[in-house]
Nanobody
Framework: QVQLVESGGGLVHAGEDLRLSCAAT????????MGWYRQTPGRPRDHLIS???????DVSDSAMGRFNITRDNEKNVVFLRGHALRSEDSGVYVC??????????????WGQGIQVTVS
């Protein structure tokens, strides 16, 4: 079973950068895709950016040029960085991971989410 431990976030002043991290812990074979989604009131959870274990990126239009992601495969940690945040970037940022269990079942897990408020 995999748990995601998120950190960072909170209050960010407009124009400043955002830094979040997410670590996958527990018992599993391989964590494949890790990334971030953003939840705002009245909207579905929107994908921002993800990275596969092989380094392949999956970047949404809203994240292009403003958010980037790095990953430590040995520690199964991803780092999100957002540049020059705006008020519309406020929301709950949720980490997601797709992983292979020890029996190679492929599953998805979500973190609890981190509130980010840009003022």
């Amino acid at each position: 079973q995999v748990q995601l431990v998120e950190s960072g976030g909170g209050l960010v002043h407009a124009g400043e950068d955002l830094r979040l991290s997410c670590a996958a812990t527990g018992t599993f074979h391989t964590v494949n895709r890790m990334g971030w989604y953003r939840q705002t009131p009245g909207r579905p959870r929107d994908h921002l950016i993800s990275m596969y274990k092989n380094g392949q990126l999956d970047v949404s239009d809203s994240a292009m040029g403003r958010f980037n992601i790095t990953r430590d495969n040995e520690k199964n940690v991803v780092f999100l960085r957002g540049h020059a945040l705006r008020s519309e970037d406020s929301g709950v940022y949720v980490c997601s991971a797709r992983f292979y269990e020890l029996d190679f079942n492929y599953r998805n897990v979500w973190g609890q989410g981190i509130q980010v408020t840009v003022s």
